[in-house]
């Protein structure tokens, strides 16, 4: 079946612009992750929905970065105002809501800011 | 305090060798899961291996096994007979328990090298 999938795969853009980079887990999966990883570091937890409770937001870095996740399925997360340290490559993951359940991560989108 | 802490930035071992990557861990639910994960240079994020919090036996997988010492908080990943294909970062995580929000945590990886 189809893993993770993650859109777009490069996206480089200038400073101050916003961007929107996209989420499809694998369907069933009721848990959602964004993680960022810089170059050659581990990765940096972002934010995390689970089925229709509130999301856990407290590895957000500033109130430039937000997602949602519509329908529980599809999730967006978006960088308003992009500064370039913001350049990393953005790694989404779904899992199943249960704990013995690893995660499946997407390709990643990598972000150049300019 | 860290919830995973992997102590080796960096790792070499000569091919066909056996090789100890380092984990422990912090939490205070009763209920946890421990996983690896492999990253090659590609990118891809790789899922290795699982150890429950309740298993008695240490978790294998072909020439994966984990060392689960539970008092210790400790859950290294042990890899024989290295090939030159191991050579990537490896992660530890842990996925703690619905009574903590299932939350998964991830500690700064280790680079291993597998020397021909």
């Known amino acids: 079946g189809a893993g993770v999938s993650q859109s777009p795969s490069n996206k480089v853009t200038e400073k101050g612009k916003d961007v929107e980079l996209r989420c499809d887990p694998i369907?069933?999966?009721?848990?959602l992750y964004w993680y960022r990883q810089s170059l050659g570091q581990g990765l940096e937890f972002l934010i995390y929905?689970?089925?229709?409770?509130?999301?856990?937001k407290s590895g957000l870095p500033s109130d430039r970065f937000s997602a949602e996740r519509t329908g529980g399925s599809v999730s967006t997360l978006t960088i308003q105002r992009t500064q370039q340290e913001d350049s990393a490559v953005y790694l989404c993951?779904?899992?199943?809501?249960?704990?013995?359940?690893?995660?499946?991560f997407g390709p990643g989108t990598r972000l150049t800011v300019t | 305090a860290q919830k995973i802490t992997q102590t080796q930035p960096g790792m070499f071992v000569q091919e066909k060798e056996a090789v100890t990557l380092d984990c422990t861990y912090d939490?205070?639910?009763?209920?946890?899961?421990l996983f690896w994960y492999k990253q090659p240079s590609s990118g891809e994020m790789i899922f290795l291996i699982y150890?429950?919090?309740?298993?008695?036996q240490n978790a294998t997988e072909g020439r994966y096994s984990l060392n689960f010492q539970k008092a210790r908080k400790s859950a290294n990943l042990v890899i024989s007979a290295s090939q030159l294909g191991d050579s990537a970062m490896y992660f530890c995580?842990?996925?703690?328990?619905?009574?903590?929000?299932?939350?998964?945590?991830f500690g700064t990886g280790t680079s291993l090298t597998v020397i021909p």
């Open positions: 993951a779904s899992s199943f809501h249960r704990g013995t359940y690893e995660q499946y």
């Open positions: 369907s069933g999966h009721t848990a």
């Open positions: 929905f689970q089925g229709n409770s509130a999301p856990d």
């Open positions: 939490t205070s639910d009763p209920s946890y899961g």
């Open positions: 150890q429950g919090s309740y298993d008695q």
């Open positions: 995580a842990m996925r703690e328990g619905e009574s903590t929000g299932n939350q998964f945590y």
